[in-house]
């Protein structure tokens, strides 16, 4: 991948300026739309294929995209959807990755991973009905799936501020952000966030009881709402042109990194070094789902993207140094 600057004029500009609120009402899909996919369930047993290691290729073969997650320092867990519609599972020791593992369920959207502790990871995933389903590892074995209810358009984001505490959040029929946590104890039922937005939201936290969230409005824009520990504040547009959707990362205290797809199917990024947003810097690549970020060790942030031939493809920054 090259490295080269585009300013925000460049590419925030080629689409005219549209709030994050529907156009009309004729723009929503119907509620709910018929279900043609079977409920969550074993899927086939066709073998994923997958393709040669080649420097930064992972391999693998994916329907929608990719999900990152880092349980340990030095410690990296990726998952995608294969051809069979099931979820797949790669991880990095710390001196090599795995094969693929399959881990089963019938999903119709890319995958989110977060870690809310040391050796523990939990997935979601949208199932055949459009439900949020749960699958977890804790640190043996993995879950069943476990239905979360909920309708999504697109998929699912989540995010931990604290051992023991879970936030997802999706987009449902109405175009707006939804947002459901675990306590410790229970799940709550999904509350509405608001927004109106076309494609899976990101989050990611950077310190306790703070989360920042982001999605791609009507105008293909990025849009930011965070959580300050008291109150919903937000959106506010910080630009850009995304094909898919959008990643977020945080490397360091009080650091945000964004990641997207831009038009000519480049990885564009975007940081909050904070007190300011920087970018968009173009990392250059090709990709054709939405990229996935994590933080696997301080002031580093490790990318993940779906080539043209549906491979997994990764590559890690500092965020100590500018791009």
Known sequence: MTISQTTTEEIS??????????????RRIPYPPPTPYPMMGAASTEEMPSFAMDGVNLGGYSQYGVAATSEAE????????????AMYYKKW???IWSDWERLGGYCISAPVAVSRGENRIDTFV?????SVYYKYWDGSTWSDWLNLGGYSQFGVAAASWADNRLDLFIVNWDGAMYRKYWDGSIWSDWEKIGGYCISTPAAVSRGENRIDTFALGSDRAIYHKCWNGSNWVGW????????YGVTAASGSENRLDIYIISRNGAVYHKYWDGSNWVGWNNLGGYSIAAPAAVSSQSNR?????????RALYHKWY???EKF
């Open 318 to 320: 500092s965020v100590v």
């Open 93 to 95: 020791d710390g001196s």
């Open 236 to 243: 506010e547009k910080l630009g850009g042109y995304s094909q």
């Open 126 to 130: 949208i199932g055949g009905d459009r």
């Open 13 to 26: 500009n080629e689409m005219p300026t549209v709030e994050m609120e529907p156009l009309d009402a004729s």
């Open 74 to 85: 030095n410690r990296l867990d990726v998952f995608t959807i294969g051809k069979d519609s």
């Open 301 to 309: 942030v490790d990318t993940f993207v779906l080539g043209s031939d």
